[in-house]
């Protein structure tokens, strides 16, 4: 069942292998895979996307799970490109194999066109129904610097908006942190980066909804809480997933959040190099912690919060098994587990792709590092799965009227737009004390070891 778009915050998810062909040409910063490579012949009936910022391919995965048909797929990163490519060995659920007709290539956006697309995927302009991506999202994290439009790569957006407006897509759809929420643009006011990216679109025709969705209420084991952009050109907005699942079990016809236990019950025997344990001062105090709580750091001191925001050390907090997930991060500092066979022990990569929801064996390539990083950035495909559902439905539902000249920005959902203004309010009693306060000594945890 779906609703109208409203903001489900707090209900709202190394290897190289053999079969990879070689990359083909090297010239003006891109690399491409040999033109056709794998790409069957696509239907004109197809619910046709174009992806960019694919990474691993969580996105276009759930996308086509939906039963949306990938016809592109880049990204910058070697090895993301590398396990695109070798991820059409896997088998769909409804059949066929994943990205069957896509061309997928190594690009850099900055130089990618439209029509170089076009050309790539075998459509014509107006033949591409969905361009859907996530770009960087560590300009707006809360696990980097947040210097959003400041980082180069907060400026991608602008060739996301460009390729938009020369494909003509009917629908996008952009995934990123929900710090880009109260992210603060060129005027330093919070809120103001996303009104500036959604003004931008805006000039080239796409009105914005935007939502926030925790994974977790959608079946995916892990509270990760995504914003979501969806843009589109003629008709209405469409509309936001309903959740499916809630922590509470006895919600009314919703299913009880899924947990950690249950999703790493699907994971294989570990390998020996998969089982990592943290070195023994910080194993003493994790033994002390009870699931569901870590070593706790503390932050600067602020007006109205003199012993300062304490948080949790990266890399120093028990899973609940028993509860979905943390979020899944970019980074090898996942959280440790208190495992009944094979003690304390960190996270391996195949768990958190299991907690992401990818199907066993898709195939990340590079080392551990870079497997969590390709893995921490992506879109669970199980929660991508539903957003694709509902845009194949709004498609039927919502006739393509002819184009609409938008005036003005659809308004953020209430509970959204109170955050914003929270963030303006608090920004307004700790603000100065914050930038003033000493910066506190970072603890660097000792890197884990691997053991057999």
């Known amino acids: 069942m779906l609703k109208r778009l ?40 197809a ?7 694919s990474g691993a391919g969580g996105l276009d995965l759930g996308l086509e799970q939906a039963g949306w048909t990938c016809a592109y797929a880049s990204d910058y990163d070697k090895t993301a490109a590398e396990t695109l490519e070798a991820s059409r060995a896997v088998a769909l659920p409804q059949g066929g194999k994943a990205m069957a007709h896509a061309f997928i290539e190594r690009a850099d956006v900055r130089t990618l066109t439209a029509g170089t697309i076009r050309a790539r995927a075998g459509l014509a302009k107006g033949n591409i129904e969905l361009l859907a991506g996530g770009p960087p999202c560590q300009s707006w994290s809360s696990a980097g610097h947040q210097l959003g439009l400041d980082d180069p790569r907060g400026k991608l957006f602008d060739d996301f908006i460009r390729i938009a407006d020369g494909l003509d897509p009917r629908w996008l759809l952009l995934e990123n942190v929900r710090g880009l929420l ?11 980066a996303l009104t500036h990216i959604r003004n931008k679109l805006l000039k080239v025709g796409f009105q914005t909804s935007v939502i926030l969705l925790n994974a977790a209420d959608y079946g995916v084991p892990q509270r990760r809480v995504r914003l979501f952009m969806v843009g589109f050109r003629s ?28 999703a790493l019950e699907s994971v294989g025997p570990l390998n020996p190099d998969e089982i990592i344990r943290p070195n023994e001062r910080l194993a003493a105090e994790l033994e002390l912690i009870p699931p569901g709580q870590g070593v706790k750091s503390p932050g600067k001191a602020e007006r109205t919060r003199p012993g300062g925001h304490w948080g949790y050390k990266q890399g120093a907090f028990v899973a ?21 066979r094979l003690g304390l022990r960190r996270l391996c990569p195949r768990e958190c792709a299991a907690l992401q929801t990818f199907p066993e064996g898709w195939p990340f390539h590079g080392r551990f590092t870079t497997q969590y990083k390709l893995i921490g950035n992506a879109v669970p495909p199980a929660l991508a799965q539903v957003l694709g559902e509902g ?44 930038r003033s306060a000493p910066a506190k000594r970072v603890s660097r945890l000792s890197l884990t070891r691997l053991v057999s």
């Open 47 to 53: 619910h046709t996307f174009v992806s960019l910022f």
């Open 391 to 434: 845009l194949i439905a709004a498609g039927e539902e919502i006739p393509a009227s002819e184009r609409k000249k938008f005036v003005d920005l659809m308004p953020l959902p209430p509970r959204l737009a109170y955050h914003v203004a929270y963030t303006t309010r608090e920004e307004a009693s700790n603000g100065n004390s914050r």
């Open 235 to 262: 008709g209405d907005a469409p509309m936001a997933p309903a959740p499916t699942h809630a922590k509470a079990a006895d919600v009314i016809g919703l299913k009880s959040w899924v947990t950690m236990r249950e």
């Open 6 to 45: 409203i903001d489900v915050t707090g209900r709202a998810l190394q290897q190289t292998s053999s079969a990879v062909r070689p990359l083909a040409t090297q010239a003006a910063g891109r690399q491409t895979w040999p033109c056709g490579s794998g790409k069957a012949r696509l239907s004109k009936a």
């Open 320 to 340: 609940d098994l028993d509860m979905p997930a943390r979020t899944v991060t970019a980074n090898a500092q996942q959280d440790w587990i208190k495992d009944p």
């Open 182 to 192: 109260t992210a603060r643009g060129p005027d330093g006011v919070p809120g103001s």
